[in-house]
């Protein structure tokens, strides 16, 4: 019996001593919460499990939740190695030790980035069949695969030969699921939702050194949510105007508006939009970037939120807030019609002021009810467990 096979023995039919999670990081929430949730089902699934924690610092090994909240908090996350090729033997030699890679990115495997984000994508999963570990994609999403040059026939075919090696790929959304199938037939695609989304269970795994922000929130306010991608997809001068439309047209209904950050790289854009309103004292800015758990704390004391993150739209259901969401690609449109809520998705660069206000005043007049229909559907969505599919799929390769 080899070191592989042996790892996958336990009382419970699977046993995996080291794992390998890529793809996440601090600096958005969601891709924080998608740590948080991964190395808790792991700890919980897999006895006397070690998780190494892959970031572009380096790897860091991690025995507990505890121990990742350390590093959450730490100023100094550092490669001990430096230099191109001593990472890369790092990374090689933390691939042979492990038994399972789960890559939890939310969205790298696509064109829209480039292709050198692909490329590094590809070379994990490469890395994972060439050291015999077992590898999975957890909820994300996949696509568009409109690559440039010549070298996208060759990402093209990298993408079908090495798909097809994880024990599951899973798609949060059916066009992520249908692209890939497209692209790499022979990849084992399931569709599942958000790992976040559907996991009930993290707040309690972390009670123990979660604190709740002390930030008071008034009565009848509403959440923006902001996202410099917009920025990079629209322009400045086109989405900073859409933020004001949506900050005035709130103000109107006599409701107080909190600037929310949901990524570090987000907070000057919270900054420029209250010098727009620097006399309007009902336009608050959190002047901080709250963790996950403390985001989905807060999120709970507004009437409804206004986002352009992802996953502040996931903390928020998680909640039964409702959400307009300011978002261009096909996962903001299937998160919300999931939850009962496609009437709310705006694509922001190109939608009309009116069409603007006519949602926000929709959802100024019905958050109520709407609270009660992402009730009923987030009962649904977690009754599913990706990580129940994973274990089922490690337990057939014994």
């Known amino acids: 019996m080899n070191r592989k096979e042996y790892a996958l023995l336990n009382a419970r039919g699977i046993k995996m001593k080291r794992v390998i999670i890529s793809g996440g990081n601090f600096v958005n929430k969601g891709a924080e919460a998608m740590l948080y949730v991964t190395a808790n089902e792991c700890f919980t699934r897999f006895d006397g499990c070690i998780c190494s924690v892959q970031l572009a610092e380096g790897f860091f090994e991690i025995r507990s939740l505890e121990d990742l909240n350390r590093l959450a908090n730490s100023s100094v996350k550092k490669m001990q190695s430096s230099g191109k090729m001593k990472k890369l033997i790092a990374m090689l030699e933390e691939y042979k030790r492990a038994d399972l890679m789960l890559d939890i990115s939310g969205y790298e495997l696509c064109s829209k980035l480039g292709n050198y984000p692909t490329l590094r994508y590809l070379f994990k999963i490469a890395l994972c069949k060439w050291t015999k570990t077992e590898a999975a994609l957890m909820p994300q999403s996949f696509g568009p695969f409109s690559y440039d040059g010549k070298i996208k026939y060759i990402i093209r075919l990298?993408?079908?030969?090495?798909?097809?090696?994880?024990?599951?790929?899973?798609?949060?959304?059916?066009?992520?699921?249908?692209?890939?199938?497209?692209?790499?037939?022979?990849?084992?695609?399931?569709?599942?939702?958000?790992?976040?989304?559907?996991?009930?269970?993290?707040?309690?795994?972390?009670?123990?050194?979660?604190?709740?922000?002390?930030?008071?929130?008034?009565?009848?306010?509403?959440?923006?949510?902001?996202?410099?991608?917009?920025?990079e997809q629209y322009g400045h001068d086109r989405i900073l105007s859409k933020y004001i439309v949506i900050v005035n047209t709130i103000l109107e209904k006599k409701k107080n508006v909190y600037l929310l950050c949901h990524a570090t790289d987000d907070l000057n854009i919270c900054n420029e939009i209250k010098k727009e309103f620097k006399n309007e004292h009902r336009v608050v800015i959190l002047n901080?970037?709250?963790?996950?758990?403390?985001?989905?704390?807060?999120?709970?004391?507004?009437?409804?939120?206004?986002?352009?993150?992802?996953?502040?739209?996931?903390?928020?259901?998680?909640?039964?807030?409702?959400?307009?969401?300011?978002?261009?690609?096909?996962?903001?449109?299937?998160?919300?019609?999931?939850?009962?809520?496609?009437?709310?998705?705006?694509?922001?660069?190109?939608?009309s002021d009116i069409v603007i206000i006519e949602t926000l005043e929709r959802m100024d007049k019905n958050h109520k009810v709407e609270e009660e229909t992402i009730r009923q559907n987030l009962n649904k969505v977690q009754k599913e467990n990706c990580f129940d599919e994973l274990e089922r799929r490690l337990r057939k390769k014994k």
Request: hydrophobic share 45%; net charge positive.
């Open 288 to 351: 901080e970037v709250l963790s996950c758990f403390a985001f989905e704390s807060l999120v709970q004391n507004f009437d409804y939120i206004v986002a352009a993150r992802y996953h502040s739209i996931v903390h928020s259901y998680k909640e039964c807030i409702p959400c307009v969401a300011l978002g261009w690609a096909v996962k903001y449109q299937e998160l919300l019609g999931l939850m009962g809520q496609s009437k709310y998705v705006l694509d922001v660069g190109d939608v």
């Open 158 to 231: 990298l993408i079908r030969k090495y798909l097809k090696y994880p024990l599951v790929c899973f798609a949060r959304e059916k066009k992520s699921a249908e692209d890939l199938k497209k692209i790499a037939p022979k990849a084992n695609v399931q569709i599942s939702s958000d790992l976040v989304l559907q996991n009930s269970r993290i707040f309690e795994a972390a009670k123990d050194f979660f604190q709740e922000s002390n930030i008071k929130i008034k009565n009848e306010s509403v959440g923006l949510v902001v996202n410099r991608r917009l920025y």
